[in-house]
DNA sequence: CCGCAAAAGTGGAACGATTCCAGAAAAGCG
DNA sequence: CGCTTTTCTGGAATCGTTCCACTTTTGCGG
């Protein structure tokens, strides 16, 4: 999976390097991981990768369409490698967990926006806010 | 309109505070402003409060349910009055300007989530991104 | 196989939005 | 009018992210 790894950057020429695949790798074992987790799991392989290589490379994938960034609300930035399938996010209130949610509709029909004032719009984002299953227990419990 | 502000702070039982008034004024009058545009103009009315008194009064007032944060990633967040109409947005990549998109369907269909795993879900929030008509119209000069 | 120019990475300082804190002021009830 | 509670002030602290100047690698060409 490294080669493939290796593949998909020589494919929108970026170099391959050490950090890369590190972060790659990280990305690809650990969806949705916040930037900070990335530098601890990229860590566990490359101990002397500074923070500012991962804030680098996150955002050299991210431009180059290899990674996607999610960024709720009132959260820091997140990454996966699940790209280009329009699929969406349902995140929990309490305790921020994410899950993935396929488009339910193909093309949705609620997302060509009825008057879009002029903008020309290219994507169309959902995010689903509520609670996660371990946090509905939580609260049913403590009441 | 000062009275409405009033009436509907102790709607919520929240006390009737200069502040308070200045800030709903400013969102009244600016759809989706930013934190410190509510300073600078709340500051024409009022110009000592401190940026606390704001963020305070923003949160207070967010809490109650009576103004709506949205918080485009990568972006700082933005205050607006309307509020309980499930009302989405447009965002400009370029110049971060938003616009206000009414939901097409009602109860739009692919609001619900097609596999919820488990989550309890209450709100769908939907941002539209791409380009502002000013922003297309810079770019199509440009190239 | 070696060297060079460009691209990446290092370490540390800087930044900006937001929050925390302790004390001062104002709101609203009796 | 006075008291209690909520709110506001001013300044310091936090946290994620970015900027900067310098060093190290990568990957191409000889």
């Not at 790798?25 to 900070?36: C, F, K, R, S």
Request: proline share 4%; with cysteine.
């Amino acid at each position: 999976m490294t080669s493939d790894f290796e593949a998909r950057l020589r494919a929108v020429s970026l170099r391959v390097t050490r950090p890369r695949l590190a972060v790659m790798g990280a990305l690809g074992d650990h969806p949705h991981v916040d930037t900070d987790t990335v530098i601890t799991l990229v860590r566990e392989e490359l101990p002397t990768v500074s923070h500012q290589a991962v804030y680098d490379v996150l955002r050299a994938l991210t431009d180059a369409g290899l990674v996607r960034r999610i960024q709720p609300a009132g959260a820091t930035a997140r990454y996966e490698m699940r790209v280009r399938d329009n699929h969406h996010h349902v995140v929990c209130r309490s305790c921020g967990a994410i899950a993935d949610v396929d488009c339910s509709a193909g093309n949705a029909p609620c997302l060509t926006a009825s008057d879009d004032h002029g903008f020309v719009i290219d994507e169309a984002e959902v995010v689903y806010w509520g609670f996660c299953p371990a946090c509905v227990t939580k609260r049913s419990e403590g009441t």
